[in-house]
């Protein structure tokens, strides 16, 4: 395992965390006077790291962050999500089709949707944001509105929507 996977988790919870004290304290002075925030999850983000988009435990956005944020970086993006049903390589093809780093091992499940901001030379457009999501029919949450809300959000935000699945024949 390379040092980067093994900190990704790390990184991840620590946008998360910086990224929530940001939405409910927009006025924290820290926040405020460092003045840099964006900027350096930007940078983060530029890198083609994945960053979380709606956290899976409460289907939380950072609408307002996350734009700001992104157009720091790019201006016009062609938006591709993911939809399937839990456990069926979502993440492992998307890394392979467009050079993701999502995480993928045996046994780990995506929460709410990742994405991963990628560089292209797609005329009208100047960036891919690809979103990663949790699996539909997740035998864990077993709650079919929140599959609804995440394939919801997937068709309204996406220019273009693959949908995986596993035929049995």
Same mark, same amino acid.
């Given at each position: ?42 940078? %983060? $983000?530029?890198?083609?790291?994945? %960053? ?12 307002? %962050? ?6 720091? #970086?790019?201006?016009?993006?062609? #938006? #591709? ?6 456990? $069926?390589?979502?993440? $492992?093809?998307?890394?392979f089709l467009f050079g993701c780093s999502f995480a993928t091992s045996a046994g780990r499940c995506t929460k709410g949707i990742y994405g991963t901001l990628l560089d292209c ?11 990663? $999501? ?16 995440? %394939? ?18």
């Amino acid at each position: 395992m390379c040092i980067r996977d093994r900190y990704m988790g790390s990184l991840e919870v620590f946008w998360r965390e910086l990224i929530q004290l940001y939405t409910c304290q927009p006025d924290n002075p820290i926040l405020k006077r460092s003045g840099k925030l964006n900027q350096a999850f930007a940078k %983060f $983000t530029s890198d083609g790291l994945p %960053f979380e988009i709606i956290d899976g435990d409460n289907i939380h956005i950072a609408g307002d %962050f996350l734009t700001k944020a992104i157009q720091n #970086v790019h201006q016009n993006i062609l #938006v #591709v999500s993911i939809i399937g049903a839990q456990s $069926t390589g979502k993440s $492992t093809l998307l890394n392979f089709l467009f050079g993701c780093s999502f995480a993928t091992s045996a046994g780990r499940c995506t929460k709410g949707i990742y994405g991963t901001l990628l560089d292209c030379s797609i005329p009208g457009y100047d960036g891919i944001l690809i979103l990663d $999501t949790e699996g539909i029919s997740s035998t864990i949450k077993q709650d079919p509105e929140y599959d609804r809300k995440i %394939f919801l959000f997937c068709m309204a935000a996406s220019n273009i929507v693959i949908l995986l699945s596993l035929i049995h024949i």
